[in-house]
C-alpha cells in the first residue's frame, strides 16, 4: 500500500467531474485550492464539488486553501511581453499609469523601493531573468541586466538573499481566508511566513472567521524562515517545501539539503511536511515525467515527507490523471526500499502525555510481535498523528466517526481512514463493530494479530489510554 499522500492542485484541467473521478480513483488524497488564482465563487463550487464527489465514491478527500500571500509582481506590458537583452538598463517605476514596454514597467509593491541598495540582486520570473540594481528614487529603480530573456505580465519578483519587508498575510490573504473558513478547509497554507508570529496571526484570524478546525501549513519559501524554522514550525501544524521561491532566494543548489532538514525536523517536532514545486514539471504537457523527476518524488517519500504535491501539472496540464498515477507508482515503488529502523528511531524519545506513550506502546508492540495491522479509534486524529511519525512496517488503520478527522488524516503519511457508524461504542461492544468493518475494508482477516487503541470514553474527545493486542476470530 502507498504510505506517502499525494496533494493535487485544482484548475481549468480538474473541472471537469469525470476527470476530478478518475484522479481520486488514481491517488489524490487531498486537493488543494490555490487563491492565487480564480474567484471565491469557483473555489466554493470545486470543493462542494469535491466534496460530493467523495461522499459518493466512499472516500475522505482533505481540502488545502493555498493563500496567494504578498507575492511582488510586476504590472503588465503593453504587447503582454518584452524581451531584454544582457546589458540593457530598465526601470521599475511604482508610479506608472501606463503598460510598460522594453525600457520600464510598473510594480505593484511601491515597499521594494524601500527594501532594496543599489547593488541589490532582483530575480524575475522564478529566476529566469537576473538584474542589478544600480540607482534609486523615491519611486522607482534603475537596474542592469545581467541575464535577460522575455518578460510578461505579473511575472514575479525576488531580492537575492531575501530582505523584502512584506507581510506574510495581505488584505487579499484576509478575505480570502474567511472564505476557506466558510467551506471548513482541512487544512490552510501560509505563504512566505518570516517568523512564528506571522503563524499565530493566521491561526487568530481563522478561529475568528470559524475555521478553527483547520491545520496550519507555513509554507518555507523566504531566505528570512530559515533561522527561524524551529519557531514558525512549533507555531504550525506542518510546513511545505516550497521550494519555487525558496530557491530563487536562498540559490537552487541549497534547496535539496534545507528539504531534507525542513522533513526531518517536522517528523522530529510531530508535525506534518508537504513536499511541493515542480515534481513532475514536464507532465503539463508530456504523458510521462523524465527521470529526474521520478527520483525527485522517490526522494522525497524516502526523506520521509507525508506528501508530495502536483501544482500545474493537474491545476492546467494536459496529462492531470497520468500524473497522479505516475506519482501514485513512484511513490509505492519507492516505499519498498525504505528500511524499517524502528528501535533506532525511538532511542532517546521521551513522552511527556499519556495518550502519546500509549501511541508509541502500540507501534513498539505491533512491531516487535509482527501484527497484521495498528488500529486506532481516535476523534481527533493526535494517536494517529504521533504513530504516523514512525515507520514500523505495520499498517496503520485510523477509526472515526468525526468527518473532519477522517479528511485531516487524508494527509498524514501511512495512515489509511476507515469511518465509524454512529451507533454507541462500548467497551463490550467495541470488538463486535469494528472488526467486521476493518475486514470489509479488507484491512484483516480471521486469525491475524491487530494492536488496538482507544480512550476510555470511546467516541468522545480525551487522549487515549488503551492498549489492547486481539487475535481475529478470537
Known amino acids: 500500500m502507498r504510505d506517502t499522500k499525494i496533494v493535487a492542485t485544482l484548475g481549468p484541467a480538474s473541472t471537469d467531474e469525470n476527470v476530478l ?23 466554493i463550487d470545486r470543493v462542494a464539488t469535491v466534496r460530493r464527489i467523495a461522499l459518493e465514491m466512499g472516500v475522505h478527500i482533505g481540502v488545502l486553501s493555498d493563500l496567494q500571500g504578498p507575492k511582488i509582481r510586476v504590472s503588465t506590458f503593453e504587447n503582454k511581453s518584452v524581451v531584454l537583452a544582457n546589458g540593457a538598463q530598465f526601470v521599475f517605476d511604482v508610479d506608472a499609469q501606463t503598460p510598460g514596454d522594453e525600457n520600464r514597467v510598473g510594480l505593484d509593491y511601491p515597499a521594494l523601493v524601500g527594501d532594496v541598495v543599489p547593488e541589490d540582486v532582483l530575480l524575475l520570473d522564478d529566476g529566469k531573468i537576473r538584474m542589478r540594481v544600480l540607482d534609486k ?10 541575464q535577460g530573456g522575455v518578460l510578461s505580465n505579473r511575472k514575479g519578483i525576488n531580492k537575492l538573499g531575501g530582505g523584502l519587508s512584506a507581510a506574510a498575510l495581505t488584505s487579499k490573504d484576509m478575505a480570502d481566508l474567511i472564505v476557506a473558513a466558510q467551506f471548513q478547509t482541512d487544512f490552510l497554507a501560509i505563504s512566505f511566513p518570516k517568523t512564528a508570529a506571522d503563524m499565530y496571526m493566521a491561526r487568530e484570524l481563522m478561529r475568528n472567521a470559524g475555521g478553527a478546525n ?9 531566505a528570512e524562515a530559515i533561522p527561524n524554522l524551529e519557531e514558525i514550525l512549533d507555531a504550525s501544524d506542518g510546513l511545505m517545501v516550497a521550494r519555487g521561491d525558496l530557491a530563487v532566494e536562498v540559490g537552487d543548489a541549497k534547496v535539496p539539503a534545507l528539504q531534507k532538514r525542513m522533513i526531518r525536523l517536522a517528523r522530529e517536532k510531530n508535525k506534518l511536511s508537504i513536499t511541493a514545486t515542480q515534481m513532475m514539471e514536464s507532465m503539463i504537457t508530456s504523458h510521462v515525467p523524465t527521470r529526474a523527476e521520478v527520483s525527485d518524488v ?38 519498498l526500499f525504505n528500511p524499517v529502523t524502528l528501535d533506532e528511531q525511538m532511542l ?15 507501534i513498539f508492540t505491533a512491531y516487535h510481535f509482527k501484527a497484521n495491522a495498528i488500529v486506532v479509534l481516535t476523534e481527533t486524529g493526535s494517536t494517529a498523528l504521533w504513530m504516523s511519525r514512525f515507520n514500523s512496517g505495520v499498517p496503520i488503520y485510523a477509526m472515526s466517526r468525526n468527518i473532519q478527522t477522517l479528511r485531516r488524516l487524508s494527509l498524514y503519511r501511512e495512515i489509511k481512514v476507515i469511518p465509524l457508524p454512529e451507533a454507541e461504542l462500548t467497551r463490550d461492544n467495541m470488538s463486535a ?30 487522549g487515549s489510554d488503551t492498549m489492547q493486542i486481539r487475535r481475529i476470530g478470537d
Do not use: W, Y
Not at 473521478?21 to 471565491?40: D, L, Q, T, W
Not at 483547520?214 to 523566504?222: C, S, T
Not at 532517546?348 to 502500540?362: E, H, L
Open 433 to 462: 463493530i469494528v472488526e467486521p468493518l476493518l475486514m470489509a475494508a479488507g484491512a484483516i482477516k480471521l486469525g491475524d494479530l491487530v494492536v488496538m487503541t482507544s480512550g476510555s470514553t470511546i467516541g468522545k474527545i480525551g
Open 298 to 335: 522517490a526522494n522525497a517519500v524516502l526523506d520521509g515527507t507525508d506528501a508530495v504535491m502536483l501544482s500545474a501539472e493537474t491545476a492546467s496540464g494536459a496529462f492531470p490523471v497520468q500524473a497522479v498515477r505516475m506519482m501514485a507508482q513512484v511513490c509505492e515503488e519507492a516505499a
Open 348 to 362: 532517546n524519545k521521551t513522552f511527556g502525555r499519556i495518550d502519546q506513550s500509549v501511541a508509541m506502546a502500540a
Open 137 to 146: 528614487t523615491d519611486t522607482s529603480l534603475r537596474c542592469i541586466v545581467e
Open 214 to 222: 483547520a491545520l496550519l501549513i507555513a509554507k518555507i519559501e523566504r
Open 21 to 43: 473521478r478518475e484522479m481520486i480513483k488514481a491517488g489524490v488524497n487531498v486537493v488543494r485550492i490555490n487563491f492565487s488564482h480564480g474567484i471565491a465563487q469557483d473555489h
